[in-house]
Protein backbone atom coordinates (compact mmCIF):
# COMPACT_ATOMS: atom_id res chain seq x y z
CA UNK A 1 0.00 0.00 0.00
CA UNK A 2 1.62 3.60 -0.67
CA UNK A 3 1.03 6.11 1.88
CA UNK A 4 1.86 9.66 0.75
CA UNK A 5 3.19 11.49 3.41
CA UNK A 6 4.66 14.63 3.03
CA UNK A 7 8.29 15.49 2.72
CA UNK A 8 8.74 17.40 6.15
CA UNK A 9 6.33 15.69 8.46
CA UNK A 10 6.00 16.37 12.18
CA UNK A 11 7.64 14.58 14.45
CA UNK A 12 7.35 15.49 18.48
CA UNK A 13 6.41 18.72 17.32
CA UNK A 14 9.77 19.11 14.85
CA UNK A 15 9.38 19.35 11.26
CA UNK A 16 12.11 16.41 9.92
CA UNK A 17 12.45 15.09 6.38
CA UNK A 18 11.13 11.56 5.88
CA UNK A 19 14.99 10.49 4.91
CA UNK A 20 15.49 10.66 8.51
CA UNK A 21 12.63 8.70 9.97
CA UNK A 22 13.92 5.55 11.77
CA UNK A 23 13.03 2.08 11.04
CA UNK A 24 11.32 2.25 8.10
CA UNK A 25 12.20 -0.20 5.71
CA UNK A 26 13.30 -3.09 7.73
CA UNK A 27 11.72 -6.59 7.87
CA UNK A 28 9.42 -7.23 10.99
CA UNK A 29 7.32 -9.95 12.56
CA UNK A 30 4.09 -8.81 13.52
CA UNK A 31 1.43 -11.37 15.20
CA UNK A 32 -2.30 -11.96 16.20
CA UNK A 33 -4.16 -14.47 18.33
CA UNK A 34 -7.48 -15.74 18.26
CA UNK A 35 -9.79 -18.17 20.21
CA UNK A 36 -12.57 -20.14 18.44
CA UNK A 37 -15.47 -22.72 19.68
CA UNK A 38 -15.44 -25.93 17.88
CA UNK A 39 -16.43 -30.09 17.65
CA UNK A 40 -14.64 -32.35 15.61
CA UNK A 41 -13.55 -36.30 16.07
CA UNK A 42 -11.05 -37.73 14.52
CA UNK A 43 -10.94 -41.09 12.59
CA UNK A 44 -8.54 -43.73 12.28
CA UNK A 45 -7.40 -43.00 15.93
CA UNK A 46 -7.86 -45.39 18.35
CA UNK A 47 -8.05 -42.76 22.11
CA UNK A 48 -10.46 -40.66 23.71
CA UNK A 49 -10.37 -37.78 20.30
CA UNK A 50 -12.23 -40.67 17.86
CA UNK A 51 -15.31 -39.90 19.84
CA UNK A 52 -17.24 -36.54 19.30
CA UNK A 53 -15.89 -33.91 21.43
CA UNK A 54 -14.59 -30.08 21.80
CA UNK A 55 -12.20 -27.63 22.19
CA UNK A 56 -11.30 -23.86 22.37
CA UNK A 57 -8.74 -23.25 19.63
CA UNK A 58 -6.09 -21.00 19.63
CA UNK A 59 -4.73 -19.52 16.43
CA UNK A 60 -1.77 -17.15 15.70
CA UNK A 61 -0.99 -15.77 13.07
CA UNK A 62 2.17 -14.65 12.10
CA UNK A 63 2.88 -11.75 9.14
CA UNK A 64 6.57 -10.62 7.80
CA UNK A 65 7.09 -7.73 5.86
CA UNK A 66 8.80 -4.45 5.63
CA UNK A 67 7.59 -1.52 7.87
CA UNK A 68 5.96 1.28 5.98
CA UNK A 69 6.39 5.16 6.57
CA UNK A 70 3.97 4.79 9.06
CA UNK A 71 5.86 2.57 11.48
CA UNK A 72 3.39 -0.62 10.18
CA UNK A 73 4.23 -4.01 8.40
CA UNK A 74 0.41 -4.94 8.18
CA UNK A 75 -2.64 -3.44 10.14
CA UNK A 76 -3.71 -5.31 13.12
CA UNK A 77 -7.22 -5.00 12.42
CA UNK A 78 -6.18 -5.90 8.83
CA UNK A 79 -5.31 -9.23 10.12
CA UNK A 80 -8.37 -9.38 12.15
CA UNK A 81 -10.84 -8.97 9.68
CA UNK A 82 -8.61 -11.60 6.99
CA UNK A 83 -8.75 -14.49 10.17
CA UNK A 84 -12.09 -13.66 10.61
CA UNK A 85 -13.18 -13.81 7.25
CA UNK A 86 -11.34 -16.77 6.45
CA UNK A 87 -10.98 -18.95 9.37
CA UNK A 88 -12.40 -18.00 12.39
CA UNK A 89 -16.49 -16.91 11.38
CA UNK A 90 -16.08 -20.90 9.35
CA UNK A 91 -15.10 -22.43 12.27
CA UNK A 92 -16.38 -20.88 15.21
CA UNK A 93 -19.26 -23.06 16.94
CA UNK A 94 -19.25 -25.95 14.08
CA UNK A 95 -18.53 -29.18 13.66
CA UNK A 96 -15.80 -29.33 11.93
CA UNK A 97 -15.61 -32.82 10.29
CA UNK A 98 -18.70 -31.25 8.37
CA UNK A 99 -17.70 -27.53 7.47
CA UNK A 100 -13.47 -28.33 6.72
CA UNK A 101 -12.38 -30.02 3.36
CA UNK A 102 -12.60 -33.65 3.39
CA UNK A 103 -9.51 -34.19 6.10
CA UNK A 104 -9.06 -35.93 9.10
CA UNK A 105 -9.85 -32.67 11.61
CA UNK A 106 -6.18 -33.04 12.79
CA UNK A 107 -4.32 -29.94 13.98
CA UNK A 108 -1.30 -30.81 11.35
CA UNK A 109 -4.14 -30.75 8.75
CA UNK A 110 -6.23 -27.91 9.86
CA UNK A 111 -3.32 -25.49 9.96
CA UNK A 112 -2.00 -26.32 6.69
CA UNK A 113 -5.51 -25.34 5.15
CA UNK A 114 -5.53 -22.25 7.58
CA UNK A 115 -2.44 -20.79 6.14
CA UNK A 116 -3.66 -21.52 2.83
CA UNK A 117 -6.72 -19.85 3.25
CA UNK A 118 -4.22 -16.59 5.05
CA UNK A 119 -2.12 -16.63 2.45
CA UNK A 120 -4.44 -17.08 -0.64
CA UNK A 121 -6.55 -13.50 1.34
CA UNK A 122 -3.49 -11.80 1.27
CA UNK A 123 -2.43 -12.27 -1.74
CA UNK A 124 -5.47 -11.93 -3.44
CA UNK A 125 -6.47 -8.74 -1.60
CA UNK A 126 -3.13 -7.09 -3.01
CA UNK A 127 -3.54 -4.33 0.17
CA UNK A 128 0.03 -5.00 1.59
CA UNK A 129 2.17 -6.27 -1.62
CA UNK A 130 5.16 -6.38 0.85
CA UNK A 131 3.69 -8.97 3.55
CA UNK A 132 3.41 -12.50 3.53
CA UNK A 133 2.23 -15.06 5.79
CA UNK A 134 5.02 -16.38 7.50
CA UNK A 135 4.04 -18.90 10.34
CA UNK A 136 0.50 -20.23 11.44
CA UNK A 137 0.06 -21.58 14.76
CA UNK A 138 -2.77 -23.81 16.11
CA UNK A 139 -3.17 -24.98 19.91
CA UNK A 140 -6.05 -28.03 20.21
CA UNK A 141 -5.29 -27.60 24.04
CA UNK A 142 -3.10 -25.10 25.93
CA UNK A 143 -0.05 -27.63 25.55
CA UNK A 144 -0.56 -28.96 22.44
CA UNK A 145 -0.24 -26.84 18.64
CA UNK A 146 0.73 -27.70 14.94
CA UNK A 147 2.43 -24.77 13.13
CA UNK A 148 4.07 -24.65 9.43
CA UNK A 149 6.06 -21.71 8.07
CA UNK A 150 6.34 -20.00 4.84
CA UNK A 151 9.55 -22.13 4.30
CA UNK A 152 7.81 -25.45 4.67
CA UNK A 153 4.94 -24.17 2.33
CA UNK A 154 7.81 -23.22 -0.15
CA UNK A 155 6.43 -19.62 -0.18
CA UNK A 156 9.92 -18.48 1.88
CA UNK A 157 11.18 -15.07 -0.05
CA UNK A 158 13.24 -16.35 -3.37
CA UNK A 159 10.78 -19.26 -3.37
CA UNK A 160 7.95 -17.60 -4.71
N1 LIG B 1 -0.47 -34.97 16.59
C1 LIG B 1 -1.76 -34.92 17.00
N2 LIG B 1 -2.18 -35.71 18.02
C2 LIG B 1 -3.45 -35.61 18.44
C3 LIG B 1 -4.34 -34.69 17.83
C4 LIG B 1 -3.87 -33.90 16.75
O1 LIG B 1 -4.60 -33.10 16.15
N3 LIG B 1 -2.59 -34.04 16.37
N4 LIG B 1 -5.59 -34.56 18.31
C5 LIG B 1 -6.03 -35.24 19.36
C6 LIG B 1 -7.39 -34.98 19.94
O2 LIG B 1 -8.16 -34.15 19.10
C7 LIG B 1 -7.42 -34.47 21.41
O3 LIG B 1 -8.61 -33.75 21.67
C8 LIG B 1 -6.30 -33.58 21.84
O4 LIG B 1 -5.32 -34.39 22.37
P1 LIG B 1 -4.54 -34.23 23.77
O5 LIG B 1 -3.53 -33.13 23.67
O6 LIG B 1 -4.04 -35.59 24.09
O7 LIG B 1 -5.72 -33.79 24.74
P2 LIG B 1 -5.73 -33.57 26.31
O8 LIG B 1 -7.10 -33.16 26.68
O9 LIG B 1 -5.15 -34.74 27.02
O10 LIG B 1 -4.76 -32.30 26.47
P3 LIG B 1 -4.03 -31.71 27.76
O11 LIG B 1 -3.72 -30.27 27.38
O12 LIG B 1 -2.78 -32.53 27.95
O13 LIG B 1 -4.97 -31.80 28.92
C9 LIG B 1 -5.20 -36.30 19.97
N5 LIG B 1 -3.87 -36.35 19.48
ZN1 LIG C 1 -9.78 -33.03 19.58
Not at 50 to 78: C, N, P
Not at 96 to 116: D, F, G, H, I, S
Not at 121 to 143: D, F, I, M, N, S
Request: glycine share 4%.
Amino acid sequence: MEYHIPMKVQQLGVDIDKSQLKYHDKEVLVSKEFTFDSAHHLHCYEGKCKSLHGHTYKLQVIMRGKVDERGITIDFADIKRIAKERVIDPLDHRYLNEVLPLMNTTAENMVVWMYEQLNTAVREEGLYPQVRVEEVRLWETPTSYAAVTAAMMGDAAGER
